[in-house]
Nanobody, 118 residues
Framework: QVQLVESGGGLVQAGGSLRLSCTASVRAFNIYTMGWFRQAPGKEREWVAASGWRTFNTSFADSVKGRFTISRDNVKNTVILQMNNLKPEDTAVYYC???????????WGRGAQVTVSS
């Protein structure tokens, strides 16, 4: 069973940066693909970024490519989402999740609020 806790987030002006952290309580964290998702008010949850078990294997949604980075520490069981050049449309609750493949994600935490003012 995967348990994830997000932290970080907050309020920032457009163009600013924020850092989200996700800590996992799970055995063999290193074998999981870790992902970040977000859900804006009135919208469906969307995938933002993912990091495979190999730390260099990352992918991003087109909407954040070039502005967000994802990194992980397989010793500390954490995954970080660094968000730069934030835009008002990035405002959402951000969640991390874990996957062992097959398209299924688990361990949803309570999320972290990110608000970007114009």
């Amino acid at each position: 069973q995967v348990q994830l806790v997000e932290s970080g987030g907050g309020l920032v002006q457009a163009g600013g940066s924020l850092r989200l952290s996700c800590t996992a309580s799970v055995r063999a964290f290193n074998i999981y693909t870790m992902g970040w998702f977000r859900q804006a008010p009135g919208k469906e949850r969307e995938w933002v970024a993912a990091s495979g078990w190999r730390t260099f294997n990352t992918s991003f949604a087109d909407s954040v490519k070039g502005r967000f980075t994802i990194s992980r520490d397989n010793v500390k069981n954490t995954v970080i989402l660094q968000m730069n050049n934030l835009k008002p449309e990035d405002t959402a609750v951000y969640y991390c999740a874990a996957s062992l493949g097959g398209g299924g994600w688990a361990g949803w935490g309570r999320g972290a609020q990110v608000t970007v003012s114009s």
